[in-house]
């Protein structure tokens, strides 16, 4: 099992950067594909982004191409999400999420196992 700790949101100008950090618990982090997702109210959980057990493939959603990265430390149990150039529209909850021994669709939120408590990003115009 693994615990899933978000932080670095907050509120953000648009045109401005922000870096999620996601850490997790356990000594398996190694052993799990990561994922990002957002959600805003009345939404469904939207893919941003996931990286897999080794970082060496990562998946950005097009919304997020050329704007977002998503990076992996497996020594310190942690993935990254960086975020440049945020726009109003990137405004939601964020969440990460861990699958085991990772997962052929990265983009859906049911490949996923755990999840964290999600941060709020708010972008304002």
């Known amino acids: 099992q693994v615990q899933l700790v978000e932080s670095g949101g907050g509120l953000v100008q648009a045109g401005g950067s922000l870096r999620l950090s996601c850490a997790a618990s356990?000594?398996?982090?190694?052993?799990?594909?990561m994922g990002w997702f957002r959600q805003t109210p009345g939404k469904e959980r939207e893919f941003v982004a996931a990286?897999?057990?080794?970082?060496?493939?990562?998946y950005i959603a097009d919304s997020g191409k050329g704007r977002f990265t998503i990076s992996r430390d497996n020594a310190k149990n942690t993935v990254y999400l960086q975020m440049n150039s945020l726009k109003p529209e990137d405004t939601a909850v964020y969440y990460c999420?861990?699958?085991?021994?990772?997962?052929?669709?990265?983009?859906?939120?049911?490949?996923?196992?755990?999840w964290g408590q999600g941060t709020q990003v708010t972008v304002s115009s």
């Open positions: 999420a861990a699958a085991y021994l990772g997962t052929n669709t990265p983009h859906h939120q049911y490949a996923y196992d755990y």
């Open positions: 356990g000594r398996t982090f190694s052993s799990y594909a």
């Open positions: 990286i897999s057990l080794s970082g060496g493939s990562t």
